[in-house]
Each structure stands twice: as C-alpha cells, then as structure tokens.
C-alpha cells in the first residue's frame, strides 16, 4: 500500500533513509505488505515469513507482560527475552514489566517453548524455525532449538507498535523457517577499521532481520587488525594503531553468538597481504616493498616459494583460528596479481625447477598446504572462488564472487558453496538491484562480476577457467549452495558511515537470504523496506543521526537545502565513486579520496523519490485525483534550487552538487509541463531534454564496464524521480524507451 501525503512539515529528518525534503509533505498512513486472507491486511515483518495469517486485528499491549516458559529456559534464551523487552519498550514507547505469574488469570502472556536443547549454538546446521501465534490473550512461541526462539521473538517484535489509543499488538498465526542456513554479511575492518560498540550495533540489527553470519575481513593492504602474541609487530605496525585485542575479539564473538550469530574471520593470503608485509617483509614475493604507491597495498603478495612463508602463515592462522570458535576459517585468497611472482627471478626458477607452469598453479599449490594446516587444526576452510584452481577438500566451502558459472562449476565439483556475486554492497546499487538476484539464479554476468572489482591494475590477477554454464543448477548442486552473503568493501566507507551504507539495503538482502523466493515481492519492497528502517533506527542504528552530523558539517545552520537535494537523489552506481579505483584502473597514480561530500551522504535508496514515482505512475494510470499532491512536490523542488544556490555560496562543500541541484530543478519543471501548468514555447524539448540527461548521467554508472571510460555527472550523484518524471512524459517520449 502506499503512502499518502497528508500535511506539510518543517525541515526534518527521517530514519528510513537518512535525508528527506524540509518544508515538504510529510509521508504517513500506515504500510503492510499485502492482503491476507479474507483481505486483511498483513503486517510488515521483514524478513517476509514463510507463512502468515491474520484477520488485521490489534490488541492493546499492557505494560505487564507475564512469561512463562513451557520446559526449562536456556540462559542464553532469558538473556534474549530481556533484550526483546527493552526493545519492545523502545518501540512501543511505554515501560514494559515481564513478571513470571499473575494472579489475573487474564493477564497477556507470553509463552515459549523450546524443544531443541542439544548441538552447538550457534552453527551452521542449528535448526532455526519456529511457530509464533498472537491473540488478544497473548502469545505462543515454539522453536526447535534457540535460534528459532531468537528468530521467533524478532518476529514478535514488529508484530508489536502504537495506533491512536496507545500500545497495540497485531493478531497473527506464522509458521516460519529459513530458505538457506548461511546468511551472512561481511564486513571489511582493514580499508577503514570499524570499532567495537559500530560492530556490536550491526549485529544488533542482524539479529532482527534474522541473519546468521557476520564474516569479517580482519587484514588486506591497508591494515591487520587482530592483536598477535606470535607476531607482534601485526599490530604494533602493520595495524596502524587500530586493532582489536584478543579479549575483544573474543567478547564480540560472543555478544554475536548470544544473538544467534556466527562470526567467521578471514585473513588474506597469498594476496592482498601489503599490510602483513609491512611488519614482516621478509616474506615479500617482492622487496623492498613499494611504499611510495598506494595501489601497492592492492598488490602485494607473500613469496610461495620460501618456506618460511608458510611456516609464517600457518602459525598466524593457528593463532588467529584460536580467537574464533566456529568450524569456519577464511582464507581470502583472491586478485593475486600475477606480476608479483612472474617478474621475481627466484619465483621463476622456483616455478621451473618443481614444473610448475603457471601462476594459478603456484597459487593452486600455496592454497592446498594452507588448507592442509588448517585441515589438521579442525577448522574447515572458505575462500573466494579463486581457490577452486587448488586440490581442495570437497568440504571446502566456495565463496563466488565472480559470477553464476562459478557457481555451478564448483558445486558441480561438489564443493559447498556461499554466493556473494550480485550481493557487493560497496557498488552502491539501490536495494531492488541485488534483490531481484536470487542466490540459485544462474544469469551470464560472469564478465562483469569479475570486472566488478578487480582494481590491481598493471599485471592482472591470476585467472582460472571456468565454462559458463547457461543451464539451471541441479537439484544436487542447489542442495550444495548453503546460502549468500552480502559485502561491504569499505575503501569508501568510513566508520561514521558504515550504518548508511549496510542499512536498509541488508535488510532487503536478509530477506532474499531466508524467505521462499516468492515472497520475495519487489513491488512492495520499498514500502516495507521504509517501516524495517525506521524500527532498526529507533532500536539504535545511526543511519540518519550520522547524516545528519555529517551534513552539518558541510553547510553549518544551511542543511535544509542539500537535505532536500539528497532526499531525492543517490550516489553513482558500480564503483563510479570510488575515484582511487578509476584512478588504478587508468594506470594513474592513486591517490585518497576525500569522503566528505554530499555523494558521500546520499543513500542508495531515496523512500521519498519512490512514492512520487508511484504517485506518478499512478496519476499517469488514471488517478487524477493526485495531481495536486504531484504539483506541490514539484513545485518544491524547483524553488529548492535557488534555496541550494545561495545555500553553496556561503559554503563551498556544497558547490560541486550545484548541476545536481540544476538537474532536480528541470526534472521537477519537466513534471509541472507534464501536469500542465507550463505550456511556454519550447516546453516539449525541455521536458526531453531534461529527462534524456538524468537518463544519460544514470547510464553513465549501470555497470563497471561501463564506468571505466564514461565521465560521470558532476557532484557523482543520479536523480531518483527520474521514472516518475518519464512515468507523466511517457507520451511526448514515445520511441526513446518510456513504456506508455
């Protein structure tokens, strides 16, 4: 359903997607996703679940809630039930008292039962379903194990909000389980390291929308980031003064596993392992290590030859394995750059003398002893999917990240397997992009997912051969794909705004990971996806607070304006704006991005921009009715341009977004041409004039091949109520793709 406008407002901020206009309309009635049976409306719970019934009827929530557990309670699960409380309490805005009996036989209760006791929690086969019915007497909950109660109560959670009277509580009958055990997100620490209290925020938020893995890349060029008792000087130099130390590693591994999450740390080798050289070069495939060049710290490689290279890595992972007790250990083992070992004489004789024809080989070789130590300790290993050119063990699981044929050529070897392609958040795609790709989908985008995002540049990566496979999976390699996880590549990503950029997209992704496919509906995503947010935000993500701060700084006392801009639009798409990157890849010297500008702000989502659109097409449907609402936000963001105008003369940041500000504006007129209040001379070509540059500056990003040798727009930032606009012009549009 979606949301109307109701009255106008003053310049505000709103959670669901950090920057919406100042002085507009403000968005309100209440969202669901979809009709239920007898055409009640269902409540937004996110992940969809496998199957829910309602009749639409609310409760009032008391303020004292008895719970009773049927069997013995876990003390991982009352753990759990007292966070439930303190975020209900949060959400509902009144206090909330759990008491264990009441002598009113009426008293709103909630039950829980939990019939799994045995096996490891958390772990990859931990059985995660559960049954949740809500009346107005209470609620019941049964789960087979402690996830499922985790699960179950995050479920119960958005069941729960206010109406007019207060406190209510949603009616509903759901029997739920995930789609696929392994549903992760990854994290990189190294290009900018995130501190503990951002970490334990994300898992807070994880355990809401029901993800179960929380893999994080602990070392690359830029830094190591885990304290090491065998090699100190990994974090005394190679960290740069931030790192973690085994009693917070160890802590974070637990407030993550009291939420039902795994944490799986991946230390990079052979490649990506600058930072790991930088402390000891003596296992350098190339010294003196070039400390002049920052697209060095993309390319250095540990020597393969040397043995003291793996005596070295087998210890550190020894060590490392130690801190993490899950049964999983990645290895990385991606973009090693060729050059490092086919430039180095002493690795060239290596490769001559013990017949070792390529450096995929030399790879191959490095990964199966690495693997073997590891092996020996227990631990089963997981690396990107350029470890396949090794003898690995079948149980070794293959992360993909280059595209739907690696997929099915590793399970076809019989390898398990986590699909990451499609899912890299640091491309800046809008939520409905990795979406709408299915974890088992077998599409032909192996080209540019591995042009997605190599950026070593001179020397090119180590390739492996893979046949694209065009046929669909397997029943027996489907039952091999143990699930997916999305990835934040953070060289652009700062602490400060590592909320802005997971969230609300992860949520979108948290429920193609664990939802039936077809529940997985991308014409109600947004709608849901604005409600998920606004929750996640007020239960303590910093989304919208941190863009507010770092707008502020950009136009102290001015931010009305930009705030207006960014409401509707968002930043270039698939590495566009990660200049350091197009800079490697033009064989430039590289140089560090200034992160402070408002691209840098802009969410990938706009909510505003997509409920014009909807309006708009609405309006263009038939819905006459809501051409004065289209007017008024048209009308407001063309005087916005002037507002932005003066705003950027008294503060710099703010000038290279003055052609994006421009664009907005002739979008805007473009639309009020449309709706009829400007029939001047001329005013046709403007309507396509103004439509066919924002159609152009979005084309100019649509996939990294594309963005190597394309100029972006000014400012890197794209105009989200473009289908809107093309939605009112589609007649005068007729011939240049506009469906009519």
């Not at 970490?199 to 090491?228: P, W």
Request: hydrophobic share 45%; net charge neutral; with cysteine.
């Amino acid at each position: 359903m979606m949301r109307q406008i109701t009255r106008p407002m003053r310049c505000f901020l709103v959670s669901a997607t950090a920057l919406v206009w100042s002085a507009a309309p403000a968005l309100s009635a209440p969202v669901t996703s979809g009709a239920g049976p007898g055409g009640a409306e269902k409540p937004v719970i996110m992940p969809a679940p496998s199957s829910i019934q309602t009749d639409g009827a609310t409760s009032p929530l008391p303020k004292t809630i008895v719970i009773r557990w049927d069997g013995k309670a876990l003390p991982v699960l009352v753990t759990a039930v007292e966070r439930f409380r303190t975020r209900l309490e949060k959400l509902t805005g009144q206090p909330i008292r759990f008491v264990s009996s009441s002598a009113d036989a009426s008293a709103f209760t909630i039950t829980l039962h939990c019939a799994g006791k045995d096996g490891a929690f958390p772990a990859l086969d931990m059985p995660e379903q559960y049954a949740l019915t809500v009346s107005a007497s209470g609620a019941t909950l049964d789960a087979a194990g402690p996830a499922g109660i985790l699960h179950g109560l995050a479920s119960l959670l958005q069941l729960a909000g206010r109406d007019a009277t207060g406190a209510v509580i949603t009616h509903a009958s759901l029997n739920d389980a995930p789609r696929f055990r392994w549903r992760g997100l990854m994290i990189d620490v190294s290009r900018h390291f995130m501190s503990i209290p951002t970490l334990q925020r994300q898992i807070d938020a994880m355990e809401m929308v029901k993800l179960n893995v929380l893999h994080l890349h602990l070392s690359d060029g830029q830094g190591f980031r885990v304290e090491s008792r065998l090699f100190p000087r990994l974090h005394t130099v190679a960290s740069h003064g931030a790192y973690y130390t085994q009693k917070q590693i160890r802590a974070l591994v637990t407030y993550a596993a009291e939420r039902g999450i795994r944490v799986v740390p991946e230390f990079d080798t052979p490649g990506h392992t600058f930072a790991l050289l930088e402390a000891y070069p003596r296992y350098a495939a190339q010294a003196p290590l070039n400390m002049e060049d920052r697209a060095e710290k993309n390319r250095a490689a540990l020597d393969p030859t040397n043995p003291a290279t793996y005596r070295f890595v087998t210890a550190l992972y020894g060590e490392m394995a130690s801190l993490f007790p899950d049964a999983y250990f990645h290895i990385g083992g991606d973009e090693v750059v060729a050059k490092q070992w086919t430039t180095s004489p002493h690795i060239q004789a290596y490769m001559q003398a013990h017949n070792v024809k390529t450096p995929a080989e030399m790879q191959a070789e490095f990964t199966t002893r690495v693997a073997q130590a590891l092996t020996r300790r227990h631990k089963k290993v997981i690396g990107w999917d350029e470890i396949t050119a090794a003898d690995i063990p079948r149980d070794t699981v293959v992360e993909i990240w280059r595209g739907a044929a690696r997929t099915a050529a590793a399970t076809a070897a019989g390898h398990p397997v986590v699909v990451s392609d499609g899912y890299y958040l640091d491309r800046l795609q809008p939520a409905a992009i990795p979406y709408a790709q299915d974890p088992l989908g077998n599409v032909a985008n192996m080209a540019e997912a591995e042009a997605a995002a190599q950026a070593t540049g001179p020397g090119g990566t180590i390739a492996d051969k893979v046949t694209t496979q065009t046929t669909p999976l397997t029943d027996a390699q489907k039952a091999l794909v143990l699930g997916a996880e999305a990835a934040l590549w953070t060289e652009i990503v700062t602490e400060e705004m590592l909320d802005s950029r997971l969230w609300p997209r992860m949520a979108a992704l948290a429920e193609r990971f664990w939802s039936p496919a077809s529940a997985c509906d991308g014409q109600t995503l947004y709608p849901r996806l604005a409600v998920t947010q606004d929750k996640l935000e007020e239960l303590g993500l910093e989304s919208s607070a941190r863009a507010s701060q770092r707008l502020a700084r950009l136009a102290p006392g001015e931010t009305a304006p930009a705030s207006v801009l960014l409401s509707v639009t968002s930043p270039v798409r698939n590495y566009a704006h990660n200049h350091e990157f197009l800079e490697i890849r033009h064989k430039q010297r590289a140089t560090e991005q200034d992160l402070n500008t408002l691209a840098d702000i802009a969410s990938p989502d706009s909510f505003a921009a997509d409920t014009f659109n909807r309006q708009a097409a609405a309006y263009a449907a038939g819905q006459k009715g809501l051409k004065a609402t289209l007017q008024a936000q048209l009308a407001y963001w063309v005087a916005n341009d002037a507002a932005f105008q003066a705003a950027a003369a008294r503060n710099p940041a703010l000038q290279n977004a003055l052609p994006a500000s421009e664009s907005l504006k002739n979008l805007a007129q473009a639309g009020l041409m449309m709706l009829g209040y400007d029939h001047s001379a001329g005013w046709k070509h403007r309507v396509r004039a103004a439509v066919r540059k924002a159609r152009a500056e979005i084309a100019a990003s649509a996939t990294t091949k594309v963005v190597t040798n394309t100029p972006q727009p000014p400012g890197d930032l794209l105009q989200d109520i473009l289908p809107g606009i093309e939605a009112l012009s589609a007649r005068i549009m007729h011939g240049e793709g506009v469906a009519h």
